[in-house]
């Protein structure tokens, strides 16, 4: 980690700053690709995160040893090192951390994620035009394939006119064998995102 790094990430957060930029140099500190492989078992309750995660003693996520990662986990471990560093405020518990972590894996059967959970704790402002997104915004995603994902927004890619036509994000996926960088668009075909079913926020110090 650079000085510059470490010292950004060690400055306090005001009240209602967006975690975004803390997220983002984060983010930068992952290796890409193979050295954190993408692992998600449909079925299973594996936590999915690159280290053990601890708040007031009580562990929020464990590592099991291996290396691999899958979507949730990576985006739940990146936010939570923004908020760690931030500060979480004082009447966070581990206990609403911990239901938060349901909702963000959407084990809950919903489909909104962290979009929805850091919404209603105050630890997040919805984003409810993919436009109008900034680098280290989450999103929870659905494809018109019925396939879903956990993300870090990055950065909108910009047709002719300048106006945004799809999204770079970064998460963990098979395509990139791990840790990558992708881009996806909002439209009708398979593959894009379906517009009705993009949920982001934008993480901020409460």
Not at 62 to 86: I, K, M, Y
Not at 167 to 185: D, F, H, N
Request: hydrophobic residues 40%; neutral net charge; glycine residues 10%.
């Amino acid at each position: 980690m650079t000085a510059l790094v470490f010292l950004l990430l060690s400055l306090p957060c005001r009240a209602g700053e967006a975690l975004g930029p803390r997220i983002m140099e984060i983010v930068e500190r992952y290796p890409t690709g193979a050295a954190h492989p993408y692992l998600w078992t449909p079925g299973t309750h594996t936590d999915g995160t690159s280290r053990d995660l601890v708040f007031r003693g009580v562990e929020l996520a464990r590592n099991d040893g291996s290396p691999a990662v899958h979507c949730a986990g990576l985006t739940f471990e990146v936010w939570w090192q923004a908020l760690e560093a931030a500060g979480p405020p004082g009447w966070l518990t581990p206990e609403q951390v911990l239901a938060l972590k349901e909702r963000w894996y959407v084990r809950d059967g919903g489909e909104q994620g962290m979009a929805a959970a850091l919404v209603e704790l105050g630890l997040g402002v919805a984003v409810t035009d993919w436009r109008s997104l900034l680098p280290g915004d989450l999103m929870q995603f659905w494809r018109n394939s019925g396939k879903g994902h956990s993300a870090v927004f990055v950065e909108h890619r910009l047709d002719r006119s300048g106006a945004p036509r799809s999204m770079v994000y970064w998460s963990a996926q098979a395509s990139s064998e791990g840790i990558g960088r992708r881009y996806v668009s909002v439209g009708p075909s398979e593959h894009q995102i379906n517009a009705a079913r993009l949920y982001a926020v934008r993480p901020i110090q409460p």
